[in-house]
């Protein structure tokens, strides 16, 4: 198994995320209709598009500098609240990973918890609360334990995956607080976030891809 990832690796994993969460859009929709105006699905559709984009043409075959190209693009295709989260996420693994050619598990934890922190001082949710962060926290959290316990980047990323899958799943069975579904009140208990599920989404996509370059 690859036991660090570099920039082909980098790419796989964006890749697959923007695949899983293309894939899903219309059940992300579905989820967005139910709690707020139904249209996170096309919005990360959209989003993943850019990405896919921002991947396909970049040329310097820098870890980095992928990220932060990535994060730019996605951080103007708007997607309403989620979106730009998403691409804070993405810039922020993009300045934690600087100019490193190839991270190894804990170093890949620090990228991801640095991405987590610059997320965390753009909102004022908090786990629970019932957004992105109900997924991102745990997978993260999931990632940094998986790598101090030795495990490869592949492995460390299934353990965040399922981590971030749970999380989301947990928020059905909570009350919003923030955004249109918080004016729901009570009624919005019973259906999963679609920024959570987004977010799982996400690092199943990261997980499954490094995992298949392994095979």
């Known amino acids: 198994m690859t036991d660090t990832v570099g920039y082909d690796e980098m790419v796989r994993m964006l890749r697959g995320a923007a695949e899983k969460v293309t894939a899903r859009h219309q059940h992300l929709s579905d989820l967005d209709a139910a709690l707020g105006d139904g249209d996170h699905g096309s919005a990360m559709r959209k989003t993943m598009r850019l990405l896919a984009r921002a991947v396909a043409g970049h040329r310097s075959r820098d870890v980095g500098s992928v990220l932060s190209e990535v994060a730019w693009a996605v951080l103007g295709a708007g997607g309403g609240a989620a979106g730009p989260l998403v691409g804070t996420f993405f810039m922020g693994m993009a300045e934690a990973a600087g100019d490193k050619a190839t991270l190894d598990a804990p170093a890949l934890a620090g990228v991801f918890e640095h991405a987590l922190a610059s997320v965390r001082k753009q909102t004022e949710a908090e786990p629970g ?9 745990p997978a993260v959290e999931a990632f940094r334990a998986s790598a101090d316990a030795g495990k490869e980047p592949a492995a460390a990323l299934a353990d965040a995956a ?3 899958e749970r999380g989301a799943q947990a928020t059905a069975d909570m009350q919003a607080r923030f955004g249109r579904a918080a004016k729901l009140g ?5 259906t999963a976030d679609p920024g959570a599920t987004s977010a799982a989404l996400m690092f199943r996509g990261f997980a499954d891809a490094l995992a298949a370059g392994d095979t």
């Open 129 to 137: 609360d019932k957004t992105l962060l109900d997924a991102l926290v």
């Open 186 to 190: 009570e009624q919005s208990v019973g």
């Open 162 to 164: 399922d981590a971030a």
